[in-house]
C-alpha cells in the first residue's frame, strides 16, 4: 500500500489559536476518507493544510512520499468549503470548468475542452448548464459546476469540503452516487468533510474524527462509537442535529 | 476634421492617446473586476506628488513621477497584504499622503509653469517624444505579458482556488499594480490628474454591461478605449476642450449607451422567460 498522504505531527496555528494540534494520519490510495467534526474543529485547516494554503507551525506533511511542491498541481482536484467564486465575474460554467484543466482562465474554448468539459458536465448531470453565466447558478448547481472542475482534471486526490451544502436530499444522493461511480472507475482518493455521519458511514471506509486533535481514526463502523462521538461533540446526537456549518455561505 | 492631423502635436497626441488607452482600458477588466477602482484616484494623485517633485526640481516630470508613483503602488500593495486592512483604507492613506506631499512642492515652486496645468486636467498640446516613447514602452509591456491574462483572470474569479493551484497571486498582485502605476503615469500627461481612475474604469465597466465573457469583456473594453481616444481627441481639438475632459464625457456616452444596451437585454430575456412560463402552465 502507498501512502497517498501522510500527514506527521502537524499543528496548525491560525493567528495566535492552535486551530490543529499534532495530527499524524497516514491516507493510503483508494481510500474515500469521511473528516468528521464540530464546526470550527480545524476541518478545513487540515484540507487547506495538505493544499498548502496556511503554513504548518510544525511537522509534516508528504503526498505520494513527496514534497507538496514536487507533485503536480493538477494531481489535486479541490471543492473549497467557502465558495470563493466571484459571480460577478463575466463567465459561463464551461468557462469555470475549463479553469480546471489549465490552471488558467480560458479564452477560447478548443473542442477538446468543450469535449472534457461536456463529459465532466454529464457526469455531474449539469450539461444543460454549460452556456449558463455563473452568476445565474443556484447554490446547488454552483456546487455541482465546483465538483465538476475538480473532476475534470481527473485528479488522483479529491479534497472536498462539505460538498453538500445547498444541494437538496435528492441532489445530496444524487451527488454520492456520482462520487461513488467516479471512484469504482478511477483509481482516485477522496478527503470529505462533512458534518453528517451517517453519509460518513455510508460511504466513507475510513473516518477521521477531529477536534483540533485526532479523536479517533478508523473504519467508520470503529471509529465513530459513542465514546468518540462524546469527544468530539461533547454530546450523542443525530447526525442531523447538528447546526449545519457552512450552510450560510450559499 | 482631418485637418487636425496635419499638425505634429495632433499627431503626438493621438498616437500617445491611443497607446495609452489600450493600456487602460486592458487593464480596467482586471481593476473593475477586482473591485480596485479606488487604485487608479490613489496612484493618479501619486502621480501628481511626483510630477510636483519634478517641477519643483525641474527635472523631466516623468522620470521623477514614474518612480514615485510605482513605489506608492508597491507600498498600497504590501501594507495591504499585511495588515488585511481593507485597500480602501490603505489606498485612501497614500492617496492623502502623495497629495499633501504634492500640495507642499507646487507651493515651494517659485515660478509659474503651464506644465502643472497640462498634468492636472490633460491636454494636446503637451505631448512630447519622451511621452510617446513611454507610451510605446508601455504597450510593449503589455505584449510580453500577455500570456498572463489568463491567469490574472483566474486569480481574479477565484484566489482560493488560484493558491491552491501554486498560481504565483501575489507577485502577480505587485506585477499588476505597478503596470497600473506606469499606466496612470503615463496617460496623466494626456488625460489629466482628475480624470485619470475614470479612464482606467470607464472603458472596462462599459464593457461588462455588453459581455458574457471575460475575453469578450477584455476585447470589447481595448475597443471603447481607443474609439473614445480618437473621438474625444477630436472634438478637444474642434472645440478647444481640455483633452482630458473631452474624452471622459465621451466615455460617459458609451458607458450610457451601454447601460441601456443592457437593460434593454435584460428586460428582453426576463420577457421572454415569463411568456415561457405562461405558455407552459
Ligand atoms: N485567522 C484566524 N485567526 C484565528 N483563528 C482562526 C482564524 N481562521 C480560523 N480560525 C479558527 O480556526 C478554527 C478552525 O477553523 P476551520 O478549519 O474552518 O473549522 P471547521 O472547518 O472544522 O468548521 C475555528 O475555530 C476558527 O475560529
Ligand atoms: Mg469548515
Redesign the pocket.
Known sequence: MVNVIEIANVSVR????L?LRDISVNIQTGDFVAII??????????L?AILGLVPLESGRIKIFDKELRMIPPEWIGYVP?LKTVDRNFPAVTCDLVTSGIHRSWPGILTKKDHESVSEVLAMVGAEHLCHKPLGQLSGGELQRVYLARALVRKPKILLL?EPATGIDAVGEDYMYSILDEHLERADTTVLM?THDWLTARHHANRVLL?NHKLIAEGPPSEALNDKHLRAAFGHVGHAHDQPC??ASDV | MFEALQYGFMQRALIAGLLTAVAASYYGVFVVQRGMSFLGNGLAHATFGGVALALLLNQEPLWVAVPFTVLVAVLITYVRDRTGLAPDTVIGIFFALSMALGIVFISRIQTYTTDAFHYLFGSILGVTDTDIRAAVFILFLILITLRLWGRWAYATIDREAALADRIPVKFDDYLLSVLIALTIVVSAKIVGIVLISAFLVIPAASARLVSRRFLGMTVVSVMIGVVTVIIGLMCSFQFDLPSGASIILVQALIFTVCLLISMVVGARASLKSKSAARSKS
Open positions: 491560525l493567528g495566535d489559536f486551530a467534526g464540530p464546526n470550527g474543529s480545524g476541518k478545513s485547516t487540515l487547506r468549503q469540503d468533510v477531529i456549518d457552512g
